[in-house]
C-alpha cells in the first residue's frame, strides 16, 4: 500500500483517495479492506455503474454518492477531496500494476494536501494464469499490447509469456507474434477471463482469428501451457454449471445463498422477481404490537422473514425507536436471510431452528411455557398475508399465548422486462430453478412456461408436484429442500448430461445450445 501524507491546517476538512481492486470477472473478488472502504466511501468514482451492479450481486453496496469518472478523473477527484470527502476509485484488477493508470497516481501524488491509498486487487496477470490453469516456469514476462503493440526489439522471448490484446489490436499482436514465435507455436487464448463465460482455446498463432471479443484477451505461451490444455487441468473452465444461464424466480425470500452455491458450480444467475412486499392494509393491528414491544409486554418476538423484520424496525423508526427496543426481548428467527436481516440492525436470535428452515421446524424446537420460569406467556408473531397457523397451533399447544400480526402482504411482481420473458420463451436460459410452488405459479403468471428445452430443478417433492401440474417436466429435485442441496443436485444432473453425450459421440453443449428446427415453409410449393 502507497501512502503518502501532508499535514493540513487545524480545521481543514481532510479528504482522501482511495485505489480499490476488484475482479477481473469474478466482482467477488476484492479485498475485506476494500470491500470496507467501498462501502463506508463519500463518493464512489466508477468506469460504468455496470460495476456497481457487480458489487449488488456479491453483497457490496455503497452507502455514498456513486459518479462515473470523468475525462479528467484526476481533476473530479481532487475536487471531491478538497470539499472533505472520502473518495474511493473502483477500477478492474489491480490499480498498481496496470501501466495505463500510472499517470493518474503520479498527478495525485503531485498535488499538495491529498491522502492517497492503495488497496491491492488481484492482477489481471495472476488471473490469466490461474483462471488459464498454466503453472509458471521461473522466469515470467508480461506483455502489454492492449493499447500499443511493443516495437520489435521488445517482445519477450524465454520462459513464460502472457501477451494481453484488444479487439483494436489483435490483428497486429497476432502478426508480430508469428514472426517472433513462429505461426505454428502453440498458445493458449483466455476471453472474458474470470467470469461465468470464460472461453478457454489451445491454437496456434497462424489459427487465431481476429473476431472481436468485447474486451481484453490473453495469450499464453511457454513450457508446458499446450500439455496442461490437453490434459484438462482445467479447474475453472470444468466446474460442471461453467457457462451455464439460470434463472432463479424468487418470491418474498432472498436467494443470495442460492446463487452464490450456483456461481461456485459455474453458472451465471438471473433472478426474476416473482412476488413484491407491500404494506398491510390496516395500520392497527401494527401499531398496537409495537406498542406492546415497546411496553414490555411481549416475552417472545418470532421473525419468520426478513421481510417482518424489516416491518418491525420500520416501525420503530416511525416511534423515534430504533432495534434496541428488542433488546429485552427473546428472539427466534426461521432462515439464514432472517438472521442476516437481524445481524444488519445489531440483532443476534436467541433461537435459530437446526432441524430446517421453515415455521414448522420452529414450533418443532420452541421451548414449552413453564409458568415458574417465564415471566410472562404472550409470543408476538410478525407475518405475512399467509397464515402460519402450524406454527400459531404449534405455540399454542406448548402453552404460549401467540399474537399474529399480519406485517407485510405478498403480492405478484410486474412481468420481467420483454428481453427476460423472450429468453425464458426461447430456451434461452439452460435451467430453471424453482425453490416453491409459489414461485412457479407466480413465474408463469408473469412470464409464461420456461421452453422445453431448459433444465427444471425443484428444491422439493412439492415444488415438483407443482412444476408437473403446470406442464413442465422436471429433471432435478433436491434430495434435500435446502439451497445448498439443489445447487448440487443441478451440478450432478449436468455431470451426468456431459459424460452422457459424450459416450454418444455427441458435442459438450448446453442446453440452450441446442439445434433449432428450420421452421416449415407455411405455403408449399404446387
Not at 102 to 130: C, F, M, N, Q, S
Not at 231 to 248: A, H, I, N, T, Y
Not at 400 to 415: F, H, K, N
Not at 444 to 462: M, V
Request: aromatic fraction near 6%.
Amino acid at each position: 500500500m502507497i501512502h503518502t501524507e501532508v499535514a493540513e491546517p487545524t480545521g481543514t476538512p481532510m479528504g482522501a483517495v482511495t485505489f480499490v481492486g476488484f475482479g477481473p470477472g469474478d466482482p467477488g473478488l476484492i479485498t475485506y479492506a476494500g470491500s470496507r472502504e467501498v462501502v463506508q466511501a463519500d463518493l464512489l468514482v466508477v468506469d460504468s455503474p455496470v460495476m456497481v451492479e457487480e458489487l449488488a450481486s456479491v453483497g457490496i453496496e455503497p452507502l455514498g454518492e456513486v459518479v462515473e469518472a470523468e475525462a479528467d478523473e484526476v481533476a473530479q477527484m481532487v475536487t471531491a477531496v478538497a470539499g472533505g470527502r472520502s473518495v474511493v476509485r473502483l477500477v478492474e484488477g489491480d490499480f498498481f500494476t496496470e501501466p495505463r493508470r500510472a499517470d493518474v497516481l503520479r498527478r495525485l501524488l503531485d498535488e499538495k494536501r491529498i491522502r492517497t491509498h492503495l488497496i491491492p486487487g488481484i492482477t489481471t496477470w495472476d488471473a490469466a494464469l490461474t483462471y488459464g490453469a498454466v503453472v509458471p516456469t521461473q522466469v515470467m514476462a508480461f506483455c502489454d499490447a492492449s493499447v500499443e503493440v511493443p516495437g520489435d526489439d521488445s517482445w519477450p522471448t524465454s520462459g513464460t509469456v502472457i501477451i494481453r490484446a484488444t479487439d483494436a489490436t489483435i490483428a497486429e499482436v497476432v502478426a508480430k507474434a508469428c514472426e517472433v514465435y513462429g505461426r505454428d507455436t502453440e498458445v493458449l487464448e483466455l476471453t472474458r477471463l474470470g467470469s461465468t463465460s470464460q472461453q478457454t482455446r489451445l491454437s496456434t498463432w497462424a489459427a487465431i482469428g481476429a473476431e472481436p471479443c468485447g474486451g481484453s484477451r490473453f495469450l499464453l505461451i511457454g513450457p508446458g501451457v499446450g500439455d496442461s490444455a490437453r490434459s484438462r487441468v482445467d479447474w475453472f473452465g470444468s466446474k460442471p454449471l461453467f457457462d451455464w444461464s439460470v434463472l432463479v424466480p424468487r418470491t418474498k425470500d432472498e436467494v443470495t445463498e442460492l446463487t452464490d452455491h450456483l456461481t461456485r458450480f459455474g453458472a451465471s444467475t438471473e433472478v426474476v422477481a416473482t412476488m413484491s412486499i407491500e404494506p398491510p392494509r390496516t395500520e392497527q393491528a401494527m401499531e398496537k404490537a409495537v406498542r406492546g414491544i415497546v411496553d414490555g409486554r411481549f416475552l417472545w418476538v418470532l421473525f419468520t422473514s426478513q421481510h417482518a423484520v424489516r416491518a418491525i424496525v420500520e416501525r420503530l423508526a416511525e416511534y423515534g425507536l430504533d432495534s434496541r427496543a428488542l433488546s429485552g426481548i427473546h428472539l427466534a428467527a426461521v432462515g439464514r436471510g432472517t438472521v442476516d436481516a437481524l445481524a444488519r440492525v445489531g440483532l443476534t436470535p436467541d433461537l435459530v431452528p437446526s432441524g430446517g428452515d421453515t415455521a414448522h421446524h420452529l414450533a418443532l424446537e420452541f421451548p414449552a411455557y413453564d409458568e415458574l420460569i417465564d415471566p410472562m406467556a404472550r409470543v408476538l408473531v410478525p407475518t405475512a398475508d399467509v397464515s402460519v397457523a402450524d406454527l400459531v397451533q404449534g405455540l399454542t399447544n406448548l402453552g404460549w399465548e401467540v399474537d399474529e400480526v399480519i406485517a407485510y402482504r405478498t403480492v405478484r411482481a410486474a412481468p420481467p422486462p420483454t428481453e427476460i420473458r423472450e429468453r425464458i420463451k426461447t430456451g434461452m436460459f439452460d435451467a430453471v430453478v424453482f425453490t416453491s410452488s409459489s414461485a412457479v405459479r407466480n413465474m408463469i403468471g408473469i412470464a409464461g412456461k420456461p421452453h422445453a428445452a431448459s433444465i427444471i430443478a425443484a428444491i422439493g417433492q412439492a415444488t415438483a408436484a407443482t412444476c408437473v401440474m403446470h406442464g413442465l417436466r422436471v429433471d432435478v429435485v433436491a434430495d434435500s429442500p435446502n439451497f445448498e442441496s439443489v445447487a448440487e443436485g443441478l451440478a450432478r444432473f449436468a455431470d451426468a448430461r456431459r459424460a452422457d453425450r459424450l459416450r454418444q459421440g455427441l458435442p459438450d453443449t448446453k442446453p440452450s445450445q441446442r439445434r433449432r428446427r428450420r421452421r416449415k415453409d407455411a405455403i408449399r410449393r404446387s
